[in-house]
């Protein structure tokens, strides 16, 4: 009993913001998520028998940091405190 009281779906893998286009950028709404399994919009206090533990996906590869170490040279390179 005490597990599922934790299984909301804003702690659901499925479970994804909601955002909007404004006139320049998108905005995310505050209050609805949107469900990929049941395909509507949920509660995110809700819960259902679909739910899946989060994950978090990371990008530490080589490729990424040398982007990283690039970008940083390039501001080195072009941002000077000269006036």
Avoid at 26 to 37: A, I
Avoid at 38 to 52: F, I, M, P, Y
Avoid at 66 to 73: E, F, H, L, Y
């Amino acid at each position: 009993m005490g597990r599922m009281k934790n299984n909301k779906c804003i702690r659901c893998n499925a479970c994804k913001q909601v955002y909007y286009k404004g006139r320049v950028a998108f905005w995310v709404y505050r209050g609805p998520y949107y469900c990929t399994v049941l395909n509507k919009l949920t509660d995110v206090n809700g819960g259902c028998e679909q739910w899946r533990k989060k994950e978090y996906k990371y990008n530490l590869s080589k490729q990424r940091f040398d982007g990283v170490i690039k970008d940083v040279q390039w501001l080195i390179d072009n941002m000077s405190d000269e006036e």
